[in-house]
Every structure is written in C-alpha cells, then in structure tokens.
C-alpha cells in the first residue's frame, strides 16, 4: 500500500457493475462486527479531480466546474448520445469500460493492452484512446513529469510529502516501475486527502 491505499483486483470490487446477482454477493462477504456499521461512500471522480489539481489540468478542472462528469463525457464520444440508456440495459458494463480506458490512460495504459483486456480490435483500442487522450490535454505533460521523476531521481513526492522510492531499476523492471509511477501522485494524494479527512472526523 505505498500509495496509502489498499488494492484488490480481479475483480476490482470497487469497480464492478451494481445492480447484478453477483456483485450483491462479492459485496455481502463484508458484514461489520456486532455493535459496529459498515459505511460506503462514493467520492464522484475522485482521481480525476486529483489530477486536474496536480497537474493544473484546466480542461479537466473546467468539467467539474460546470456539474459534467469525465467518464460520461467520454462515454456520450464512444457509445454515442444514446450511452446512458445502453449503460442501463447492459447493467453499467460500459460506463465500467469507459472509466477503466479514462484511469488507464491516466496511468500509463496502451491501446494493445486495451485490447485485450476488452477483446476489441486494435484500431478500436486506438479510437478510444485518442477519444479520452483529447479530453485530457495535460496528459502528456503528466507523464514526461513522472517520467523524469522515474529516471533521473528515482523517486516520486506528492504535495503531502509522501515518497515513492525506486531503488533499483532495470531493463526488466522499468515497464512495471513506470506504471506505479505513473500511479502514484494522483492515488496517493486522493488518500492522504482521505486519511486526513478521517483523522480530522476522530478527532471531533
């Protein structure tokens, strides 16, 4: 948990479409202890305010401004004007495919990848890519900053000062080292913001 955030994947429950058999029973296993309550809250496009902040992003900063939502933006580009209405009747699977190209490609994700991942044809990966790229125009600015970062400090601070240390890079691992870089300022600083808020409630 070196962002200060802990992570599970396949599936990612946090991720998963609502609304099926399914992830009413992945969600059940979670049951507070006698005396206490299991509370869940939904921070809207968190990491994405996080990253018009970090990287002073004012494209991304100006959606939020105006009450509009990044993944149903892109969502509205990819599926077309009809893309709520096929979200309901496919039970939230694209806006899952949506949000998982928009935090993919904020975090070092390739169209070959994308691919698989969906099964969809290259050039289809491509399209969504360029589609969400356009949105977030200080995207490649991000990136060339974690990369520096990366190469020639090995390490990573966000605003809070908490440190990402990479000690040892190699040729093998760099690919691996760079996606936690490229994770790491925005997932970080959406936690310690968290972690703070919490200590803050505790306090009171």
């Known amino acids: 948990t070196v962002t200060g955030r802990l992570v599970i994947s396949e599936p990612t429950l ?4 609502g609304r099926t058999a399914l992830s009413y029973d992945l969600r059940s296993i979670f049951i507070p202890e006698k005396g206490n309550t299991w509370l869940h809250f939904d ?8 990253f018009s902040a970090v990287n002073d992003d004012w494209q991304v900063a100006e959606l939020f401004r105006n009450g509009r939502d990044p993944h149903t933006e892109a969502g509205l580009e990819i599926f077309g004007p009809n893309f709520e209405q096929i979200n309901k009747d496919a039970f939230g699977l694209p ?16 169209p070959g990848a994308i691919a698989h991942h969906f099964g969809v044809s290259f050039g289809q990966a491509q399209e969504w890519c360029r589609i969400v ?17 990366l190469d020639n400090e090995q390490e990573l601070v966000n605003p809070f000062g908490r440190k990402r240390r990479f000690p040892i890079i190699t040729e093998e691992n760099h690919h691996k080292c760079l996606n936690e870089a490229y994770n790491f300022p925005i997932q970080s600083t959406a936690s310690d913001i968290n972690l703070l808020a919490m200590r803050q409630c505790y306090e009171d």
């Open 133 to 149: 790229d356009s949105k977030m125009p200080g995207l490649a600015k991000y990136r060339r900053y974690v990369e520096d970062c």
């Open 95 to 110: 806006r899952v495919q949506v949000k998982t190209v928009n935090f993919g490609r904020m975090y070092g994700r390739g």
């Open 14 to 17: 946090t991720n998963y479409p």
């Open 43 to 50: 921070q809207s496009a968190f990491e994405f305010r996080i």
